[in-house]
RNA sequence: GCGCCGCUAGCUCAACUGGCAGAGCAACGGACUCUUAAUCCGUAGGUUCUAGGUUCGAUUCCUAGGCGGCGCACCA
């Protein structure tokens, strides 16, 4: 007697019981819908005829792409060769003639027909037949053969289920067009419900599948990239006692042990930057950030940063390492460099263009950020579509013109240099004008995707700068940064001269595979909790 | 946070100015031993997101809420 919940319908003793039911009584309830009750009389059916639904392990010789590709390589163009193999993967489509049966399994990046011809299975395969369902996993061995439609396909052998599945997948049918195209009918493509049910989304869509495995490759290729390089990858704490390095409002936590408030990271940069001080002269961390802001398309509350920080060098160093690294990583993961997003083609071929922050905006804003008085960056930030102009900073009412008029406009790979200094906090002012910083992003599509600056070393300089934002927080602006004292302890032993960037790793993917959302890029993007299924 | 749009069977979608809630796929029964969006015959499947309201009658109109999509604002 444990005292487990009791089955409402049945009376047995369960640990937890959902909707008051145990599972026996669950599956089979008329409420649930009909193709899970079947498949659920089916898994009995298969217990009770000695099978095991939920197999241990299966040894195949190749993957199903594997097996096509070692056909394909010892074919010699004569009929029927035997060529035998042992594979896996979930049944997508099913096609019952009767006497004999055609399958597609699927597995992780492959496609192939299976062929079950009764008189060849044994009986109980044969039996085992009659239970399989759309979406089960099961393991074949059997001969290779090309059918009269010429398409390649297992005669199967022998049939073993290696996992019995009890609620549909919602599988479309694939057509393949006369020009070998693939259409899909029906099928999953409600993004919210994507969302909710990767693991379906990922089962069903194999366009998805392949996304994530771009995604997998262009992180692994930003890791070789700087790994040849020298650069040490590193880990630094994502829950901090204080939170900078960015301008963004932090998640809080609370240690219980310590009973202290822990934030979130909203950048690594702080942590990066006294590594160097350390003499870890080049250092990468490619991580999750945190913002407590808004979610839309281009921004998910928990996100992929990728900082990277060398000694000896500057915001020069930093343009060409990032031209370098995004063209070789996305060369390589996609094949090209001319690439669409949004609807615009977008050519990353080098060299990018290099413009001054000041000359983009006299361009496209037609404001002279120099020399302009306050009035008359306050009236075009207004007829930039600007309704709080007036409540706005000089620096806030630069950056809004940027946004506004010169971002959207920048498609083709463009290094943005030499931002106005209140703006960048942790960057070193302009070798001859201290009115700038040594700072570019690089604007891609529209968006921005890489940060970067010749880190600021001087202690002194960077207590004034801290100071500045303190002030600003006190003012009631959250996303200012806090006063550090250690950090200015790790600069008093000496920082070398660095240059350092920060790059959007989610956007880079999604440039790469041309997705118009964020969501479409992280496998599991925030929602609010819903109902369950 | 604001605005617009959406939510109907497991999936993809219909249902006119309010009038018995439908189709395709999936499922189930049957036929079929080279099919491929297999085909053919038959069957079953619904809290129309939730709660109120108007009405003889609400998937449809109204109010509030939930969730989502898109846009804006925010995100230096």
Redesign the pocket.
């Known amino acids: 007697m444990t005292g487990g919940e009791l089955c409402a319908s049945c009376g047995a003793e369960v640990g937890r019981t959902r909707d008051g039911l145990c599972p026996e009584c669950w599956y089979s309830a008329?409420e649930r819908?009909?193709?899970v009750r079947?498949r659920f009389e089916?898994l009995r059916a298969l217990e009770a005829a000695g099978y095991e639904p939920f197999a241990y392990g299966f040894e195949v010789t190749d993957s199903l792409r594997g097996a096509r590709e070692r056909h394909q390589a010892q074919s010699t163009g004569a009929p029927d060769e035997e060529m035998r193999v042992r594979v896996a993967g979930r049944i997508l489509?099913?096609?019952?003639?009767?006497?004999?049966a055609?399958a597609?399994l699927g597995d992780r990046d492959g496609r192939l027909?299976v062929?079950f011809?009764?008189?060849v299975l044994s009986e109980r395969d044969a039996a085992l037949l009659d239970l399989l369902?759309?979406g089960d996993w099961i393991g074949v061995s059997g001969a290779l053969?090309t059918?009269?439609?010429?398409?390649l396909?297992v005669r199967v052998e022998e049939l073993v289920l290696l996992a019995k599945t009890l609620r549909?997948l919602?599988?479309?049918?694939?057509?393949?067009t006369g020009d070998g195209e693939r259409v899909v009918?029906?099928?999953?493509?409600?993004?919210?419900?994507r969302?909710r049910q990767r693991y379906a989304d990922l089962a069903v869509n194999p366009e998805v599948r392949r996304m994530f495995a771009l995604r997998t490759r262009i992180v692994s290729g930003l890791r070789a990239f700087l790994d040849a390089r020298g650069f040490l990858e590193v880990e630094t704490p994502i829950l901090q006692p204080l939170y900078g390095g960015?301008?963004?409002r932090p998640f809080t936590t609370h240690h219980h042990a310590l009973d202290t408030r822990l934030y979130l990271r909203i950048a690594d940069e702080l942590y990066l930057k006294r590594l160097l001080v350390g003499n870890l002269e080049r250092v990468y961390e490619i991580g999750k950030d945190f913002?407590n802001?808004?979610i839309?398309?281009?921004?998910n509350p928990e996100f992929t940063m990728l900082e990277l920080y060398q000694a000896l060098a500057d915001y020069r160093t930093m343009m060409e390492l990032t031209e370098e690294m995004v063209t070789t990583v996305l060369g390589e993961a996609c094949g090209t460099l001319r690439l669409s997003w949004e609807g615009r083609e977008v050519d990353l071929t080098p060299p990018w263009r290099r413009v001054p922050y000041r000359e983009l905006v006299l361009e496209e804003a037609g404001v002279d950020i120099a020399s302009a008085s306050d009035g008359e960056l306050r009236r075009a930030a207004r007829e930039a579509?600007?309704e709080?102009a007036a409540s706005l900073s000089r620096?806030?009412l630069v950056?809004?013109l940027f946004?506004?008029k010169v971002e959207p406009g920048l498609v083709a790979p463009t290094i943005v240099y030499d931002y106005p200094i209140e703006?960048?906090?942790?960057a070193k002012p302009k070798r001859g004008d201290p009115t700038l910083a040594e700072r570019f992003e690089v604007v891609v599509g529209g968006h921005e995707l890489v940060?970067a600056f010749s880190e600021l070393n001087d202690p002194v300089d960077q207590w004034r700068r801290f100071a500045e934002q303190a002030a600003r927080r006190e003012a009631g602006d959250e996303?200012a940064q806090g006063f550090d004292e250690d950090y200015l302890r790790a600069l008093e032993y000496g920082l070398p001269p660095t240059g350092g960037l920060g790059m959007g790793v989610d956007r880079l993917v999604m440039l790469a595979a041309g997705q118009?959302?964020i969501?479409e890029v992280i496998l599991y993007p925030i929602?609010?909790?819903?109902e369950e299924a």
């Not at 489509?93 to 004999?100: A, K, M, V």
């Not at 009918?185 to 419900?193: I, L, Y």
């Not at 703006?423 to 942790?426: D, I, K, Q």
């Not at 929602?527 to 819903?530: A, I, K, S, T, V």
């Open positions: 008329p819908p009909k193709p079947d089916k489509s099913l096609r019952d003639l009767g006497g004999s055609f597609h027909q062929y011809k009764r008189n369902d759309l053969f059918t009269r439609t010429g398409e396909t549909p919602p599988l479309g049918k694939e057509e393949v009918h029906g099928g999953f493509s409600d993004r919210e419900s969302y960015a301008a963004a913002r802001e808004s839309d398309r281009t921004h579509g600007r709080d620096p806030a950056d809004a946004s506004a703006m960048s906090p942790f940060n996303e118009d959302a969501r929602l609010r909790p819903g």
